[in-house]
């Protein structure tokens, strides 16, 4: 778990509160004009030196803090008196190796931390030591034979929050608890932890969130209506840029200047030289379409520029395409780490470096903004420009991020970067490169809900992952809504970017089940509805229908995937494509006719005994609707033996005619296939 530039704020809005009970005398007495009494571990600032100016208060925290780390830990007050414009930060408490270097370590313990307390500006500030945090503790014991009435009525902390408004203006208070964590280092943690281990019987909520409301649930200006759980995950590409400063190669240091968007800077993401003169372009790189799974295969990657050679491994390779830019910015590109070099037949090959529970470096590109950027014939390839560009991983940022939080006291532009392929080279960063820090390429998205269980025992009763029950008296509109705002139909926009579909799948299932989906409702409009505008619009079956699929093997050929679908055409037939219909020796009903075709008007399928007039030698059968004008197969039998022959067809119907004048009570039977 990574610390330097993991910072974590919360401020509250409370008319009653339990804040460190252990340390308020203590720290009413430090901020006071009380005289300090025991314990004597609870200290003010301005007892270490001046504290009127921020850089005699720094001076006087850093003494301050070694003073108390060495009397094993402790609380700092910082007073009313210090200066207004300074910020104190709590670096205090190192993780200890157990036994100490250089013997290798097996068992790790935090060492003595300092609790920061600034009551300056009316607000209670407190900035716990790094490691041990601030902790609030009750083991709930009681007497023998003892209960509670209602555990509802006696948490251990309990916030009271009461919003009120006087006059026309409406109120727009804070919350009452607000969290913030900005994380520039790799790390594992959670922003809020809840867990819970059950031993025993009765109920148990982990998240018990009750929202009662008696006016409109949205403000006249505001988008977010009521929600009980509201998720927003934002992928963020407003990257750093800057300007080398000075680099030191051999400490592995970077000072920037001219940055732009310093408070994004992150550890684990590479810095990449955006000097045209150390660049390696071309424009005869393709991409092979995705296989070997989500990862692709290495090799994918190719071109035949003779200035790819193996020296790349190690710098970063980019699609420099106005289509594979990231959506909605100023050329951000996608910056994949090369891992390999080799050459086949004339073709140069790059294997990337992508992570998928670790490092995988083998890889290659499966995730194009414009699908038909791949290449699928590699005689016939699709050419894109390139860029190659060196660069090195930032493991530490912590003083170079631009942030009030992070750094309160002003960045100091500097970054701790680790060794590259091309450190100390001619490559390597020089004052005045312009440099900017990548985004994840193909990063693994955040999943804003997962339930993943483990149960073991068999339940007495159904328990739903959702359980969602109306139990008002007004309807709702839907359990689930999925919505993607833009267009429909995959196509390529001015500018030369591509717009794809918003979702890939709607509902994907990959597991063994008794029954896929049970519906066991009753409705008064449709157990399934299909609505497809873009087929009303014109559009064709073969191409944006509503369709049901199933992928099977040919039972010949067990490597071939055959394909059958059901769906609707713009017109509203409904559409079967498969190699054979069979009703399984049921009777088809109701059928009004047919078509080896599309004709949507076919409507006449058959006419049984159609009177003749006695000594006719024709007869002419109209149809009961119109039907298509673009030819059918008419099969015709009498009940008299004569050779006969149709003609005249048209929409309206068709004539017979016979060689052997009807008999008295002849008949004659038709079938029409369109």
Known sequence: MGARGVIVSMQATVTRAVILAACVHSVLAAAGDVTLRPPSTSIRLDQFGPVDTPSA??????????????????????????????????????????????????????????????????????APPQSTGLVLARHLQLPARQSLPDG??????????????????????????????????????????????????????IVDARLRYMGDMRSTAGNGGGAIYNAGVESLTDIFRGTVDRHDNKAGLLVFTAAAHADTLGSGRPIVNLNPAKHVTSNTTFVMEPGGGPLGWGGSVRSTDPAWHAGLVGRFFAIDEPSEYVPGTAQVRRWWLIAGFKEEGGVKRLSITRHWWGAKHGCGISQLYDPRNFTSDPDRPRYLRSIIAPGAYAYDVADGVA????????????????????????????????????????????????????????????????????????????????????????????????????????????????????????????????????????????????????????????TRIRRTTLGVDAHGTLCMRASAFDVAGSPAVRVGGLSTGRQSTTANLRGVAVPVAPRATSVHVRFERPGPADGYVVIARTTWITNHAVRNQDVTGFAVDFDRPAPPGATVDWFVVH
């Open 57 to 126: 208060a720094e001076a006087a925290l850093q003494k301050a803090v070694r003073t108390l780390e060495a009397m094993g830990g402790g609380v700092l007050v910082i007073p009313v008196t210090t200066a207004a414009g300074w910020t104190p930060t709590n670096q205090t408490q190192e993780q200890l190796r157990m036994p100490p270097p250089p013997q290798p370590a097996t068992s790790w313990r935090a060492g003595p931390g300092v609790t920061i307390v600034d009551v300056r500006g009316g607000t209670l500030r407190v």
């Open 152 to 205: 509802l009525g006696y948490p251990m902390v309990m916030i009271d929050a009461v919003e009120t408004a006087v006059g026309p203006k409406a109120s727009n208070p804070a919350p009452v608890v607000r969290a913030s964590t900005t994380s520039h280092a790799e790390n594992q943690t959670f922003d809020l932890c809840l867990w819970r281990h059950s031993y025993s019987q009765g109920d148990a909520s």
């Open 403 to 558: 942030s009030a939080i992070v750094n309160p006291n002003g960045s100091a532009r500097t970054l701790r970067l680790a060794p590259g392929a091309d450190q100390g080279g001619s490559m390597d960063f020089s004052p005045g490169d312009p440099i900017e820090q990548a985004i994840g390429p193909d990063p693994f998205r955040p999943q804003p809900f997962r339930s993943w269980l483990f149960e073991k025992v068999p339940g007495a009763f159904p328990a739903p992952v959702f359980d969602v029950v109306n139990g008002g008296e007004i309807q709702r509109e839907s359990v689930l809504w999925v919505r993607g705002e833009g267009l429909v139909v995959p196509h390529r926009q001015p500018g030369g970017k591509w717009s794809s579909f918003k979702w890939t799948e709607l509902v994907t299932v990959e597991a063994s089940c008794g029954t896929g989906i049970a519906f066991k409702g009753d409705t008064t409009d449709a157990a399934i509805r299909f609505e497809q505008p873009t087929i009303s619009q014109g559009g064709d079956y073969g191409d944006h229908a509503n369709r049901i699929v199933w992928n099977w093997s040919d039972p010949v050929e067990s």
